[in-house]
């Protein structure tokens, strides 16, 4: 089945500090690949998605490129805030039309001033 | 921006109570889901609905129900709540009809902190 791999633990970083966080995934057919942020006492915010290989996904600084070659879709952002503290997930939606995300375990970013 | 609402956002309750989290949106959409979020911060999908009189279990064992009897409402049922219980409840929902691809992007309500006694 569908599967999603974050890099474990948590991410502290200073601010300023360029962020990566590393995201593999397991499909069959076509997927729909998404990084979604959730800040402390919310729920989940779509932060960017990429719909076919090649597609590069950015928002607010953050990008991510759907690489099938390695299947991959890893998160970058060249100079974090501290108002990037959050857990991102990544996760992937199958091709079939019925929308159903396998999320990864997702990552605590933590950003010190 | 997303108008997915979650109420109550915050639930302490003590053990054998009987109750209801409830999840609403005003995009239309057919498709909901209920996730929940353990400590650890993974999500577990535990039940979801392509539309009115639809609904389907997940990816994890629940004691919870749901029901889906108008397109913009999907409330979370548990007949009687446990320690277990405790935990982090998402909801969401995304666009475009059963079968058919979309836009595949959820959205998510606020979530709901359920503490059981």
Same mark, same amino acid.
Not at chain 2, 21 to 33: A, F, I, P, V
């Given at each position: 089945?569908?599967?999603?791999?974050?890099?474990?633990?948590?991410?502290? $970083?200073?601010?300023?500090?360029?962020?990566?966080?590393?995201?593999?995934?397991?499909?069959?057919?076509?997927?729909?690949?998404?990084?979604?942020?959730?800040?402390?006492?919310?729920?989940?915010?779509? $932060?960017?998605?990429?719909?076919?290989?090649?597609?590069?996904?950015?928002?607010?600084?953050?990008?991510?490129?759907?690489?099938?070659?390695?299947?991959?879709?890893?998160?970058?952002?060249?100079?974090?805030?501290?108002?990037?503290?959050?857990?991102?997930?990544?996760?992937?939606?199958?091709?079939?039309?019925?929308?159903?995300?396998?999320?990864?375990?997702?990552?605590?970013?933590?950003?010190?001033? | 921006?997303?108008?997915?609402?979650?109420?109550?956002?915050?639930?302490?309750?003590?053990?054998?109570?009987?109750?209801?989290?409830?999840?609403?949106?005003?995009?239309?959409?057919?498709?909901?889901?209920?996730?929940?979020?353990?400590?650890?911060?993974? $999500?577990?999908?535990?039940?979801?609905?392509?539309?009115?009189?639809?609904?389907?279990?997940?990816?994890?064992?629940?004691?919870?129900?749901?029901?889906?009897?108008?397109?913009?409402?999907?409330?979370?049922?548990?007949?009687?709540?446990?320690?277990?219980?405790?935990?982090?409840?998402?909801?969401?929902?995304?666009?475009?009809?059963?079968?058919?691809?979309?836009?595949?992007?959820?959205?998510?309500?606020?979530?709901?902190?359920?503490?059981?006694?």
């Amino acid at each position: 089945g569908n599967s999603v791999t974050q890099m474990e633990g948590p991410v502290t $970083l200073s601010e300023e500090a360029f962020l990566t966080i590393n995201c593999t995934y397991t499909a069959t057919g076509y997927p729909s690949l998404f990084w979604y942020v959730q800040y402390p006492g919310e729920g989940l915010q779509l $932060l960017l998605k990429a719909t076919k290989a090649d597609d590069k996904g950015s928002n607010k600084g953050f990008e991510a490129t759907y690489r099938k070659e390695t299947t991959s879709f890893h998160l970058e952002k060249g100079s974090v805030q501290v108002s990037d503290s959050a857990v991102y997930f990544c996760a992937l939606s199958d091709s079939g039309g019925n929308n159903r995300l396998a999320f990864g375990k997702g990552n605590q970013v933590v950003v010190i001033p | 921006e997303a108008d997915i609402y979650q109420t109550p956002r915050y639930l302490v309750i003590g053990t054998g109570k009987k109750i209801t989290l409830e999840c609403s949106q005003t995009m239309g959409h057919d498709k909901m889901y209920w996730y929940q979020q353990d400590p650890g911060m993974e $999500l577990h999908l535990i039940h979801y609905s392509y539309g009115v009189n639809s609904t389907e279990k997940g990816d994890l064992s629940s004691e919870s129900t749901v029901s889906r009897i108008r397109t913009e409402h999907f409330p979370l049922t548990l007949e009687s709540a446990r320690p277990s219980h405790t935990s982090q409840y998402l909801c969401a929902s995304s666009d475009g009809l059963a079968g058919e691809a979309s836009t595949d992007t959820q959205y998510f309500g606020p979530g709901t902190r359920l503490t059981v006694l």
